[in-house]
């Protein structure tokens, strides 16, 4: 198990459960980088590194491991830590799933089959401020508006109104959501009221649906 680790020369974290992956990606992105590279095996432990080390300016995101639901994973990160740029990386190759997390704030999709040599390629780009997909793959032209227009103003949501948002759509109650978050029901009413004014919903069985149906790509993942 991986313990926090500071580190003020870190640039980047790759957040994946399998060791001998990460090593794989530290080392062929050792040059390009020119910094330590930190790692998380959990998507707790990845939030833990974040916040310990604010300098960090790359994230490399496996979409299945431990404790990240997916792209609501990746609504969470672009939320809490809005600066930090954050690249897929998933043996997952569905365009669907591609052109959901691109509109969701990802800077580069990078499957799993792509070979290392072309990851210095993708980090290059992506810390040159464009967005990488390797040739070919995905028309992101193709791209829903409606889905483009709906994850916009997810980020217009605070870290907490996400997790509300979140407990909505898994069919939560304002009472539940309360307990679980440990504040008062009124605080929970005021979220949600904050929520649909963002999203545009007239009320919160919409605003859970279309996230809902948002992150309906999370499902086939595994």
């Known amino acids: 198990m991986l313990n926090t680790v500071f580190s003020s020369m870190a640039r980047a974290i790759i957040a994946d459960d399998h060791p001998i992956f990460r090593a794989a990606i530290k080392q062929a992105l050792g040059e390009t980088l020119e910094s330590d590279v930190l790692e998380a095996s959990t998507f707790a432990q990845l939030e833990s590194q974040l916040k310990q080390n604010p300098q960090l300016e790359l994230v490399f995101l496996d979409l299945s491991m431990p404790g990240n639901e997916g792209l609501t994973s990746l609504t969470l990160l ?3 830590f809005p600066d930090v740029l954050v690249v897929i990386v998933s ?4 365009a669907n ?3 959901q997390a ?6 580069a999709y990078i499957p799993k089959s792509v ?3 072309e990851w210095a390629s993708a980090v290059e780009t992506v810390l040159a401020g464009d967005n990488w997909l390797p040739e070919g793959l995905v028309d992101l032209t193709e791209t829903d508006q409606d889905v483009v227009n ?3 103003s997810l980020e217009s949501l605070t870290p907490q109104q996400l997790k509300v948002l979140k407990a909505i759509a898994d069919g939560r109650l304002n009472k539940q959501i309360a307990f679980d978050l440990g504040v008062q ?3 929970i009413k005021q979220h949600v009221s904050a929520i649909l004014r963002k999203l545009h919903c007239v009320n919160r069985t919409q605003a859970g649906i279309l996230f809902r149906q948002m992150l309906s790509a999370s499902d086939s993942l595994e």
């Open 78 to 80: 672009r939320s809490q």
């Open 91 to 94: 043996a997952n190759e569905n």
């Open 97 to 99: 799933i591609i052109r």
């Open 102 to 107: 691109m509109a969701l704030g990802a800077s």
């Open 115 to 117: 070979p290392l040599p």
């Open 150 to 152: 709906f994850a916009r």
């Open 185 to 187: 029901e009124t605080t």
